[in-house]
């Protein structure tokens, strides 16, 4: 079974402070993504990390996957009020596994103005 | 199109009783997934489905949960004799690889409360 542990669980920060959320795993995994949730919405996907060592930037996010394809973060600078929502690890299992998508427990971020 | 369709957004029901939910993908996606989600948790997997076959379910569905995608297009998810452990958000979300990935499209869930 591949297990994501995502930390920290619950973020409460002021507008304008940095923050990262951790994503590891003991499993290696083909793709790892990140999505961000609303309440009462379906999770939408914020990136999609392929390769290891990869980095990508979407605006303040800045999405990391690790050498290894075990673990990812995500780094906002510079946080907004909008930002806040739960945010989501999930990596993409291969072999038997190929295709299916295991989730974090989630990082409840809450930006306070 | 209008992206994946879920049905009914909330469902009230007494425990015993069965529901259905229904799943309408994104019409060109031929992977078809359903999670739950508690509040505040990430969507626990269900099971998913490659056109009408089903791929893979989750050792923790029990017997009372069954899940059909007969035309390889719309889905059902079924829950016999609800109890309230089942009280949940029913997340249903269909896929496409882009750029070497599966990346999913979810819709906005069926909320299920069982009284």
């Known amino acids: 079974t591949q297990l994501l542990e995502q930390s920290p669980q619950f973020l409460s920060i002021q507008e304008g402070e940095n923050l990262t959320v951790y994503c590891n795993s003991s499993s290696v995994f083909s793709s790892l993504q990140w999505y961000r949730q609303e309440p009462g919405e379906g999770p939408v996907l914020l990136v999609t990390?392929?390769?290891?060592?990869e980095v990508k930037k979407l605006k303040r996010l800045t999405f990391q996957f690790g050498d290894a394809r075990k673990d990812s973060s995500l780094h906002i600078t510079a946080a907004q009020p909008g930002d806040t929502g739960l945010y989501l690890c999930?990596?993409?299992?291969?072999?038997?596994?190929?295709?299916?998508?295991?989730f974090g427990q989630g990082t409840i971020l809450t930006v306070h103005p | 199109d209008t992206g994946v369709s879920q049905n009914p957004r909330h469902k009230i029901t007494k425990r015993g009783q069965n529901v259905t939910f229904r799943c309408d993908p994104i019409?060109?996606?031929?992977?078809l997934y359903w999670y739950r989600q508690t509040l505040g948790q990430g969507p626990e997997f269900l099971t998913y489905f490659q056109n009408e076959a089903q791929l893979e379910k989750s050792r923790l569905l029990s017997d009372r949960f069954s899940a059909e995608r007969p035309k390889g297009s719309f889905s059902t998810l079924e829950i016999q004799r609800t109890e309230q452990g089942d009280s949940a958000m029913y997340l249903c979300a269909s896929s496409e690889r882009i750029s070497g990935a599966n990346v999913l499209t979810f819709g906005a869930g069926s909320r299920l409360t069982v009284l």
């Open positions: 990390v392929v390769t290891g060592g």
């Open positions: 019409s060109e996606h031929n992977r």
């Open positions: 999930a990596g993409e299992g291969g072999g038997t596994s190929y295709g299916k998508l295991t």
